[in-house]
C-alpha cells in the first residue's frame, strides 16, 4: 500500500487498484522522459551535423570566391597589357618607320597572286 500525507498532515492508505495505477503512471513518466532525453539528444545531433556541414559549404563557398577573385584579377591584368601594347602601337609618338618594322605590309597585289 502506498501511504501519503495529506495537507492536514493525516496518514492515507491507498488500497492496492490505485497503487498499481500510481506505478503505472511512474513507469510511462519514465519512459516519456528517456524517449524525450532520447529526441532531444538526436536533435542536437542533428544540429550539429547541419551546422558542420554548413561551415564546410561556407568554406568551400569562400575558396571558390577566391578562386573567381584571382581569376578576374589575371583577366584584368593580361587586358590591361593588352591596352599597353595596343597603345604603344597606335601611339602617335611612334614613329611610323617603327611601325613599319614590327609589321609586315602586304599589298593588295601580293594577296591577289597568292588566291
Known sequence: MIKTR?????????????ERTFIRIRKEQR?????????????????RQVHN????????????????????????????????QLAELVSPKVKSREVEKEIEVISKDKISDEN
Do not use: A, M, R
Not at 495529506?6 to 490505485?18: D, F, R, T, V
Not at 559549404?57 to 590591361?80: A, E, F, P, R, V
Open 6 to 18: 495529506s495537507s492536514q498532515h493525516e496518514l492515507l492508505y491507498y488500497g492496492p487498484e490505485i
Open 53 to 84: 556541414q554548413s561551415v564546410q559549404y561556407q568554406q568551400k563557398t569562400d575558396t571558390h570566391l577566391q578562386n573567381i577573385d584571382n581569376q578576374i584579377g589575371t583577366i584584368c591584368t593580361s587586358l590591361s597589357n593588352f591596352e599597353t
Open 31 to 47: 519512459k516519456i522522459q528517456v524517449d524525450l532525453e532520447f529526441n532531444l539528444e538526436k536533435l542536437f545531433e542533428e544540429e
